[in-house]
């Protein structure tokens, strides 16, 4: 008669696939974490940008509103604005002191964002001597920063 011995082979193997299979696992864990916050950066740069080319489309939504707009003429001293609670929009114009053109500023802003996006566009009133006009932009005038060295001018 045979006499069996075990010589333990089949424990060893199966201890050592069991490692194997853990170290695959950890592994694995360790890329999807990699991968996750990848993910999660790229969906927070995703969200900026949205939030910036709103602004921006918000902005120059005001400016051109602003230009469709009945200006008073009267008040070439000061500022004044205008607003458009339903759409969000608000535009203001300044007489920009010893030059032909006014200044004409567009303001966007997200409910629930505190950044505003401003841009400016250089006008002319359509009908300079009335009393009220609408305005015709000055080709080349759309700005997205201040055009006076006294950035006081410009308000905001």
């Not at 902005?59 to 200006?71: H, K, M, R």
Request: hydrophobic fraction near 40%; charged fraction near 15%.
């Amino acid at each position: 008669m045979k006499r069996w011995c075990q010589q333990g082979n089949g424990a060893l193997l199966m201890v050592m696939v069991m490692v194997m299979v853990m170290l695959l696992a950890a592994v694995g864990l360790l890329l999807m974490t990699g991968m996750q916050r990848q993910l999660d950066s790229a969906l927070s740069l995703t969200h900026d940008e949205r939030r910036y080319w709103q602004t921006l489309v918000l902005a120059e939504s005001s400016l051109q509103w602003g230009i469709g707009q009945v200006w008073l003429m009267g008040n070439r001293s000061g500022e004044q604005c205008l607003s458009s609670a339903t759409e969000g929009l608000r535009v203001c114009l300044r007489q920009l002191p010893g030059e032909y053109y006014m200044l004409l500023r567009g303001e966007g802003h997200l409910s629930r964002s505190s950044s505003v996006m401003v841009l400016y566009q250089r006008v002319v009133p359509i009908e300079p001597d009335g009393e009220t006009s609408p305005l015709k932009p000055i080709a080349g005038g759309w700005l997205d920063f201040c055009p006076e060295r006294q950035e006081a001018i410009c308000g905001g």
